[in-house]
């Protein structure tokens, strides 16, 4: 189980600093600027394909869909695999770019689909491709932050003796990157990868079907399908594309993710063997079926042919000690992160003078608390609810194995296709959209809670389960003392990666609509979608800010301090 | 003996006045090693002996050109040494295998970084693998093997380049007894068969019989910081037998000179070669428990020892080697219950009082050896009755710690306070909150 494995946002340093404050204004700037470049293009948008409600498309659909899931999850690679090395081995890049990495992370890029729209499209007038690579980008910047921090933990933290014996073997970079630092960062780039994947549908399917001021457009896909199901309230629409969807994950899940999450425990760095799940059908028959293996080894072979090729990079191995860094180049880096500082800031400051009152500001804050106790509420109940029944199947590994992958699996739904069901069901008994609209925050993501839970209680060591029993601990204190520091680091892993999510998923959750009927829960959330459908760019970039504002102080004051001191306090 | 003719054969590394030290601020430095000297000439195995801490392992790294060092002239066959050195191959004490790579790959990767074609790569491959005893064994992952499998692995993989030095960082001391024997042994008829594809091998470690039983030359080091403190030759024949007299009389011997006090104490030695800075104000003290400590002072008061053991005979008893044992008696020589003396170690008065005590009255005993000679103990205990709210944040003693040490050794001397200080019961210790305290019945203490 790779359930320890850590989000990557979890484990990155604690306390903001300076470099924090500098990235701060470079994001929040160049959020501004991808707002203006946009904005001037508020000109109508061509009316994409028109999509059919007849279920014999939704096979072809799903397809456009999961091909843009594919290409963003090349382009995060690419983009992985070049980014954090070079974040790892530059000092001074790594002093920038890592804050910001750990910044863009929090970023709620949901509020901000409609001008990446605007921009792909601008940048290609009148094709399709435009609207294509905007989306293809929502998944991307779910993605890549995440598996890039991955990465680059990897690279900081390469085991010394094996840093040692490449070095002493005198492997080149490029060896040395092949050979030791991408195969050690195997596991948890695959893992966070995974992680990412789930927030990758929900960003898919939200990014085919944009509306911004009074066009939509709409792209091929199940997204562009829901939405129109819902405007013209189909609910046999809308049933057959969570179908489509469920199967769509269920083939992504078998065919990739168990045979790549299999593949790379190969890669844990650990030497004791034992304990290696069954190998998932996929991955058994492809080392079955001789044309295929005699293929998969003509591939591992060219791939391993050309990770020893001997290429010296730029890129020199930092030696652990001896050459100070030159001041001189230090002095002129520092002058352009200054000189990029202050234009951040001269950015921030007209377009704060120009745009937002400090009422508004206010009162944008304030919505971010009505929905940060949306997100507090939705995660007590989550917990309240999932925990016992967590723990009750952990104790029963039987169960477990049975629960696991399906609470792994529905992870990976996109709540956002199960929302007009709520809907309806709040429509039709006239419920309060300010407390019913809750549930959908954290629909799917309450299985993290769950799995984390369960993965938890079957860890739980044998001995002390008999100890308890033998001491005759039961009832509540044996829930005090004895299970729930047990599972207390797990249960934060899950509750936290739910928590991050459900602020992402605000903005869709907040407000909800079937036909004619619209509802709206006050909260920072609709504010973000009320703007964009009205074209407000500054309260589009306000909610934002605000919106990575309170992600980024709940992970750096909560989330880290309490996962450290559960991780610290119940294990040795 | 044919090595007295080889010893004029061509020197490998030559190294001259070499210093390494960590930079703790502009003033001060942590000095690691310390003026050292060394030459290594083709077709000896040398052995670096020494207590952990006394920067053998940095030297090694130094020769394999992995480690700048901070002052000193390094040199292979003649050249500076400025980066790896090819002709030099490292065999690790954690073995630092691939866990991803097959045995073969594993033991391939230095031919791969060499450029080697793919052919001859494996052919080289497999003869070492055979060599070194692990014919059979190419496609297995390291995760199947055992220990000492694995230690193969790390040996053929070193050997397969045909380097002319082979280094050896404690390459057995992460073995169980029998499977580092039969290595040793397996490595040792290699090299008297001639059949080792290297001139020469380095190695560190720290048990001593292992340094007597396969070195020509061993270097003995001090610590704090890291100094050559003597040089033997080991006069006998391959293969050696533990049990000979005159390989007894070696081992003790070396004992002795282990156990020999620090020259900064006490005694004003102003022969001994370059004048010692002053005595640090702060010491690193061993990571020794107070079980280990009242366990070995039972023992050596118990029969058949009744007070006074030799080294050699209790290592053997313990099974234990001298890196875990001197420290115990260090530790106990510090505090005044023990002494060494010449490969011998003898309690003392207090520590006889020590092992009659019953439970309190051996806390009492501890604490009051404690504050006689552990200065920072004495330090933080002060410190804590002066306090209104008798509590003080830890952060300021390991401050001072790291003025005069490196970090790990702060680390660890801290955790030696922090155990000692509680078992002695003269004051608390909350982790979360990072600060000592009093207890109220430590409070109304003397």
């Known amino acids: 189980m790779t359930v320890l494995a850590l989000p990557a946002f979890v484990s990155g340093r604690r306390l903001?600093?300076?470099?924090?404050?500098?990235?701060?204004?470079?994001?929040?700037?160049?959020?501004?600027?991808?707002?203006?470049?946009?904005?001037?293009?508020?000109?109508?948008?061509?009316?994409?394909?028109?999509?059919?409600?007849?279920?014999r498309w939704l096979p072809y659909y799903a397809l456009r869909t999961t091909l843009r899931m594919f290409v963003a999850l090349i382009f995060s690679t690419i983009f992985t695999l070049i980014f954090a090395p070079l974040a790892a081995k530059s000092r001074r890049l790594g002093m920038i770019m890592i804050p910001a990495l750990d910044i863009l992370q929090s970023v709620p890029i949901l509020g901000f689909l409609s001008f990446t729209v605007l921009f792909f499209l601008n940048l290609f007038p009148g094709r399709v491709i435009g609207a294509e690579l905007a989306a293809i980008f929502a998944i991307f910047t779910s993605q890549a932050w995440n598996m890039t921090f991955s990465f680059y933990q990897s690279l900081t933290t390469v085991p010394r003796d094996l840093d040692?014996?490449?070095?002493?073997?005198?492997?080149?970079?490029?060896?040395?990157?092949?050979?030791?630092?991408?195969?050690?960062?195997?596991?948890?780039?695959?893992?966070?990868?995974?992680?990412?994947?789930?927030?990758?549908?929900?960003?898919?399917?939200?990014?085919?079907?944009?509306?911004?001021?009074?066009?939509?457009?709409?792209?091929?896909?199940?997204?562009?399908?829901?939405?129109?199901?819902?405007?013209?309230?189909?609910?046999?629409?809308?049933?057959?594309?969570?179908?489509?969807?469920?199967?769509?994950?269920?083939?992504?899940?078998?065919?990739?993710?168990?045979?790549?999450?299999?593949?790379?425990?190969?890669?844990?760095?650990e030497m004791t063997s034992g304990g290696d799940a069954p190998d998932p059908w996929v991955l058994s028959a492809l080392r079955r079926t001789r044309l295929l293996q005699i293929l998969g080894e003509w591939i591992g072979d060219t791939a391993t042919a050309i990770g020893g090729l001997r290429l010296r990079l730029p890129l020199a191995v930092q030696p652990r000690q001896g050459a100070a860094p030159s001041r001189l180049v230090d002095g002129i880096w520092f002058a352009f992160i200054a000189i990029l500082v202050a234009f951040s800031l001269w950015r921030i400051a007209t377009f704060v003078a120009a745009s937002i009152t400090l009422g508004q500001f206010g009162h944008v804050v304030l919505l971010g608390f009505c929905t940060l106790l949306r997100v507090a509420a939705a995660l007590v109940i989550v917990t309240a609810v999932w925990v016992p029944i967590g723990v009750w199947i952990g104790l029963r590994p039987r169960w477990a194995r049975v629960i696991q992958p399906i609470a792994q699996f529905l992870a990976a739904f996109p709540a956002n296709l199960l929302f007009p069901i709520v809907v309806i069901v709040l429509v039709r008994y006239a419920l309060n959209p300010n407390i019913w609209l809750m549930p959908l925050m954290i629909v799917g993501t309450q299985w993290y809670v769950l799995f984390n839970v369960v993965a938890g209680a079957s860890a739980f060591p044998g001995?002390?389960?008999?100890?308890?029993?033998?001491?005759?601990?039961?009832?509540?204190?044996?829930?005090r003392k004895v299970i729930i520091p047990g599972i207390l680091p797990y249960y934060i892993t899950g509750a936290l990666t739910a928590s991050g999510a459900a602020w992402n998923s605000a903005i869709v959750a907040e407000v909800a609509s079937w036909g004619k009927t619209t509802l709206t829960a006050v909260g920072l959330g609709s504010y973000i979608a009320d703007a964009t459908t009205d074209g407000n760019t500054a309260g589009i970039v306000l909610g934002v800010c605000v919106m990575t504002g309170f992600v980024l102080v709940i992970n750096r004051l909560l989330w880290r301090p309490l996962h450290a001191y559960a991780v610290r306090r119940t294990t040795f | 003996m044919d090595q007295i003719a080889r010893t004029e054969a061509s020197t490998l590394v030559s190294i001259q006045n070499c210093r390494q030290s960590y930079p703790k601020d502009a003033s001060s430095d942590v000095i690691i090693l310390d003026d050292v000297q060394l030459s290594l000439r083709e077709g000896e195995i040398v052995g670096l002996l020494g207590r952990s801490g006394s920067g053998k392992s940095t030297l090694l790294r130094i020769v394999s050109g992995l480690l700048k060092p901070t002052a000193g002239d390094v040199r292979w066959r003649g050249q500076p040494i400025t980066g790896p050195v090819k002709g030099v191959s490292m065999v690790f004490q954690s073995f630092a295998l691939?866990?991803?790579?097959?045995?073969?790959?594993?033991?391939?990767?230095?031919?791969?970084?060499?450029?080697?074609?793919?052919?001859?790569?494996?052919?080289?491959?497999?003869?070492?693998?055979?060599?070194?005893?692990?014919?059979?064994?190419?496609?297995?992952?390291?995760?199947?093997?055992?220990?000492?499998?694995?230690?193969?692995?790390?040996l053929a993989r070193a050997l397969v380049v045909h380097p002319d030095l082979l280094l050896m960082d404690e390459p057995f001391s992460a073995l169980d007894v029998l499977t580092a024997e039969t290595l040793r042994t397996d490595l040792i008829d290699l090299w008297s068969e001639k059949r080792l594809p290297v001139k020469s091998i380095l190695m560190v470690t720290h048990n001593i019989e292992e340094a007597v039983l396969m070195c020509d030359r061993i270097l003995v080091f001090s610590s704090n910081p890291g100094r050559v403190a003597s040089e033997l030759t080991v006069p006998f024949a391959h293969p050696r037998e533990r049990l000979d007299p005159d390989f007894r009389q070696m081992v003790d011997d070396i004992y002795a000179l282990m156990t020999r006090r620090p020259v900064e104490h006490h005694k004003p030695l102003g022969v001994d070669k370059g004048a010692p800075a002053a005595p640090p104000p702060v010491q690193p003290l061993p990571v020794v428990g107070t079980n280990l400590m009242a366990g070995l002072m039972e023992t050596i008061e118990g029969e058949p020892y009744n007070g006074l053991a030799d080294l050699p005979a209790l290592a053997n008893a313990f099974q234990m080697e001298a890196d875990e044992l001197l420290p115990i008696g260090e530790a106990l020589q510090m505090l005044g219950f023990a002494e060494f003396d010449e490969?011998?170690?003898?309690?003392?008065?207090?520590?006889?009082?020590?092992?009659?005590?019953?439970?309190?009255?051996?806390?009492?005993?501890?604490?009051?050896?404690?504050?006689?000679?552990?200065?920072?103990?004495?330090?933080?205990?002060?410190?804590?009755?002066?306090?209104?709210?008798?509590?003080?944040?830890?952060?300021?003693?390991?401050d001072e710690l790291e003025d005069h040490m490196s970090p790990d050794y702060a680390d660890a001397t801290m955790r030696t306070v922090i155990a000692w200080g509680r078992y002695a019961e003269l004051f608390s210790y909350d982790r979360e909150a990072d600060q000592f305290s009093l207890d109220d019945d430590q409070d109304d203490e003397d």
């Open chain 1, 463 to 479: 001995d002390l389960k008999e100890a308890s029993a033998n001491l005759g601990v039961k009832g509540l204190l044996w829930w």
């Open chain 2, 98 to 154: 691939f866990p991803w790579l097959t045995v073969e790959e594993n033991v391939a990767l230095g031919l791969e970084a060499q450029g080697v074609p793919r052919g001859e790569r494996t052919t080289r491959a497999e003869e070492a693998i055979d060599l070194i005893g692990l014919g059979g064994y190419e496609n297995a992952y390291p995760k199947e093997m055992s220990g000492g499998m694995r230690q193969r692995v790390g």
């Open chain 1, 164 to 269: 040692e014996a490449t070095r002493s073997f005198r492997l080149s970079t490029w060896q040395r990157f092949w050979r030791l630092e991408v195969p050690f960062a195997m596991p948890g780039l695959v893992f966070n990868t995974m992680l990412s994947m789930s927030g990758g549908w929900f960003f898919v399917v939200a990014s085919e079907a944009v509306t911004v001021g009074n066009t939509t457009f709409l792209l091929p896909g199940i997204g562009s399908y829901v939405s129109v199901a819902l405007r013209a309230s189909d609910l046999h629409a809308v049933f057959y594309a969570i179908l489509a969807m469920l199967a769509v994950i269920l083939i992504y899940d078998q065919l990739l993710f168990r045979p790549l999450v299999a593949w790379s425990s190969k890669f844990r760095f």
């Open chain 2, 343 to 398: 490969g011998d170690i003898k309690l003392t008065d207090a520590g006889k009082r020590f092992v009659e005590a019953d439970t309190d009255d051996r806390k009492a005993e501890f604490a009051a050896a404690l504050r006689a000679h552990v200065p920072i103990i004495t330090q933080i205990r002060q410190v804590l009755d002066e306090r209104w709210n008798h509590r003080a944040p830890a952060l300021r003693f390991r």
């Open chain 1, 16 to 55: 903001p600093n300076l470099w924090d404050a500098a990235a701060i204004l470079c994001v929040l700037a160049l959020l501004i600027l991808v707002a203006h470049a946009a904005h001037g293009t508020l000109a109508p948008l061509p009316k994409g394909d028109t999509i059919t409600l007849d279920p």
